[in-house]
C-alpha cells in the first residue's frame, strides 16, 4: 500500500511570511504527527492529531499550528516565519496503539530567507 | 518521559555484525524499546521494538538486558545501505485513544559508518 506523502517536498519563504505543509497519511490510519528536525535540536516532536483532533502538542509557539480532516490528512501551518523554522518538517501515521509502528514521511524541507 | 543514552558514532566494516548499545536506567516496567533508523535524506523508518524478550525479524536483533537498563540492537551483517542514525527510545503503552500514542522522543542517536 501508499506509504506516507508529504507536499511539496521543498518550500522557500520568506520572513514573516506564513506557510502551509500538507501530509496524507497511510490508509487506515488514523494517528497523524508532525516533527521538526534541524541539524542543533534533532528531531522534535510538534503535535499528533487523531480523528481530528489535537491530542498531544510539544513544546513549540503558537506559530506552529495543524489540522486532521475527516480522511486523516492532516495540514501544518507555521505564520510569521522566522530564519530558525528553516527545517525538515516530518510527518508520521499510526494506528492508534503506544506501541504500533509509526511510518514516516520524506519531509518537506522548508527554507526561511 | 525515559531517557535513553547512546553513543555519538560507530564504524563498522561492511558484512560484518554491529552491535548498537543502548542505555536507558530509567525505564519502567511496562516501557517498550523501540529503535528506528534515518538514511540520508530520508524520514525515520522503524526497525524493531521489543518489551523483555530479544526479539528477530528480517532487518535486526535486539537483545534486552536481563535488567531491561540497557538494549543492544544487532545488525548482523552491516552492509553500505545500513549507513544511518540510529535511535533508541522508549515508548509508554498508553491506553488506546489516551493521547500519548503518536509521540516519539528523539534522541541524538547514533551515527553508524560502513566502510566498505
Known amino acids: 500500500k501508499a506509504g506516507v506523502t508529504q507536499t511539496p517536498r521543498y518550500l522557500i519563504k520568506t520572513r514573516g511570511q506564513q506557510v502551509t505543509l500538507s501530509c496524507s497519511p497511510i490508509s487506515g490510519h488514523r494517528s497523524v504527527s508532525w516533527y521538526q528536525q534541524t541539524p542543533g535540536q534533532g528531531l522534535q516532536f510538534l503535535f499528533e492529531?487523531?480523528?481530528?483532533?489535537?491530542?498531544n502538542k510539544g513544546n513549540f509557539p503558537g506559530r506552529f499550528s495543524g489540522r486532521q480532516f475527516s480522511n486523516s490528512r492532516s495540514e501544518m501551518n507555521v505564520s510569521t516565519l522566522e530564519l530558525g523554522d528553516s527545517a525538515l518538517y516530518l510527518c508520521?501515521?499510526?494506528?492508534?496503539?503506544?506501541?504500533?509502528?509509526?511510518?514516516f514521511g520524506p519531509g518537506t524541507r522548508l527554507t526561511v530567507l | 518521559d525515559a531517557k535513553t543514552t547512546q553513543p555519538n558514532s560507530m564504524e563498522s566494516n561492511e558484512e560484518e555484525p554491529v552491535h548498537l548499545p543502548c542505555n536507558h536506567s530509567t525505564i519502567s516496567g511496562t516501557d517498550y524499546i523501540h529503535w528506528y533508523r534515518q538514511l540520508p535524506s530520508q524520514g525515520p523508518e522503524y526497525v524493531i521494538h521489543?518489551?523483555?524478550s530479544n526479539v528477530n525479524n528480517r532487518m535486526a536483533s535486539l537483545a534486552i538486558a536481563e535488567d531491561r537498563k540497557s538494549s543492544t540492537l544487532i545488525l548482523h551483517r552491516a552492509t553500505l545501505r545500513d549507513a544511518a542514525v540510529y535511535y533508541c527510545?522508549?515508548?509508554?503503552?498508553?491506553?488506546?485513544?489516551?493521547?500519548?500514542?503518536?509521540?516519539?522522543?528523539f534522541g541524538q542517536g547514533t551515527t553508524l559508518q560502513v566502510k566498505p
Open positions: 492529531y487523531f480523528s481530528e483532533t489535537q491530542r
Open positions: 521489543g518489551l523483555t
Open positions: 527510545i522508549l515508548r509508554s503503552p498508553g491506553v488506546i485513544g489516551s493521547g500519548n500514542t503518536g509521540k516519539l522522543i
Open positions: 508520521a501515521s499510526g494506528k492508534d496503539s503506544s506501541t504500533d509502528t509509526q511510518y
